[in-house]
């Protein structure tokens, strides 16, 4: 007997149905949540893996990244930046041991306004992957989207063939500046743009539809498609089940594993909300932004301005917490405890 359509989406979970549409990403450093939800990718940030090294099942790649730092040598700075570089890689390898996938890594927010040392630590990072045997094929950087680390990722990709994931991205003015570099793939933030205007304005709930962080995402989708630009879009720091299916369609999701534990239980019906049709027909004129022209644009949207710093500051915050755990484990294994 045949199962009708209707019946057999019934069964299909709301994360089976959002794969038909868009590449799922798990956005977590915690690589055995990874496998009960099957993404194609994955990505970490400085937030993500500090939580994970914090969790006894990783200590040993804690461990072994110090010992790699202290066998390297130099300053005690050398050996806490080598270690956490080795750290990040570590975590990579086993999350791409994993998924089919890219893994995405992210480049120290501490150098977001320094495009030359941005590029250094992204060929670090990627010299430590290919170390390690795995292709640069399989590795995103992650790098914030100030104008120093957009112009670091066209660099990146033009001269190294470096492939880019764009971070912290909140404004239009971002997402063309990014597009106009011919990055990879950008990472416009949902969840951090909902929070602010929830924290900044009267309304304090609002539908998926009406989502800030939903419009901006999708204006930016619309925007890349209609124009043609070969950079994707992965929609990324949700909030809320709700979110994510308002963005069915778009290229990639980068989704927790708490979500994708929601949606995997989820059997509401999904449709594709973003399309290349839907994107053809909207009402976007192209731009072009040289330095001053994003930088004017960008600072002309409050919420984005003060996200972007905010986001900078909290990764920052959690690089240096994950250095002071490194430096008192260094010093007890130097000190032979």
Known sequence: MSVSPDKRRKMESALDQLKKYTVV??????????????????????????????????????????KYGIAKG?????????????LFVS????????????????????????????????????ALYEEAGVSKERVLIKLSSTWEGIQAGRELEEKYGIHCNMTLLFSFAQAVACAEAQVTLISPFVGRILDWYKENTDRKSFEPHEDPGVISVTKIYNYYKKFGYKTVVMGASFRNTGEVKALAGCDLLTI???LLGELSQDHSAVTASLTPQKAEACDLEKLHLDEKAFRWLHNEDRMAVEKLSDGIRKFAADAVKLETMIKEKMLNVKNGQ
Not at 39 to 46: H, I, V
Not at 74 to 86: F, L, P
């Open 91 to 126: 975590f990579g390898l086993e999350i791409l041991k994993k998924i089919p996938g890219r893994v995405s890594t992210e480049v120290d927010a501490r150098l977001s306004f320094d495009k030359d040392a941005m590029v250094a630590r992204a060929r670090r990072l990627i």
């Open 74 to 86: 130099g300053s005690e700075e050398e050996q806490v930046t080598n270690t956490m570089d080795k």
């Open 25 to 66: 990403v798990a956005d977590t450093g915690d690589f055995n949540a990874i496998e009960e939800y099957k993404p194609q990718d994955a990505t970490t940030n400085p937030s993500l893996i500090l939580a994970a090294a914090k969790m006894t099942a990783y200590q040993h790649l804690v461990d072994q990244a110090i």
């Open 256 to 258: 927790s594993p708490g």
